[in-house]
């Protein structure tokens, strides 16, 4: 059964950063990508960065030059540097992983298998 489990989150104020950490345990040979999500109160939620097993990574526009997603498979374990944090980024943040063979895929919410329990993140003005 795989898990994944966030860490990471917080309050911090505009302009700092946040570093969220994602580690999965059980059978992860089946992802094929993993992903950072983020949902803010009333709003849908929203991908804002994935990586593959191999390629390069993607980001929204919203977080692209601010943020950085890594992976780490020898850890299980999926990183989100997140700079120059801004009010907006408040939200509750949450990981996931797919198995499609499609990477297309990964470009949207529904295709994401996988979820953490989330990790809240507030960016006070």
């Known amino acids: 059964q795989v898990q994944l489990v966030e860490s990471g989150g917080g309050l911090v104020q505009a302009g700092g950063s946040l570093r969220l950490s994602c580690s999965a345990s059980?059978?992860?040979?089946?992802?094929?990508?993993m992903g950072w999500h983020r949902q803010a109160p009333g709003k849908e939620r929203e991908l804002i960065a994935t990586?593959?097993?191999?390629?390069?990574?993607y980001y929204a526009d919203s977080v692209k030059g601010r943020f950085t997603i890594s992976r780490d498979n020898a850890k299980n374990t999926v990183y989100l540097q997140m700079n120059d944090l801004k009010p907006d980024d408040t939200a509750v943040y949450y990981c996931?992983?797919?198995?499609?063979?499609?990477?297309?895929?990964?470009?949207?919410?529904?295709?994401?298998?996988?979820w953490g329990q989330g990790t809240q993140v507030t960016v006070s003005s």
């Open positions: 996931a992983a797919h198995g499609r063979a499609d990477l297309y895929c990964s470009y949207f919410v529904q295709s994401y298998d996988y």
């Open positions: 059980g059978d992860t040979s089946c992802f094929s990508a």
């Open positions: 990586v593959p097993d191999s390629g390069r990574a």
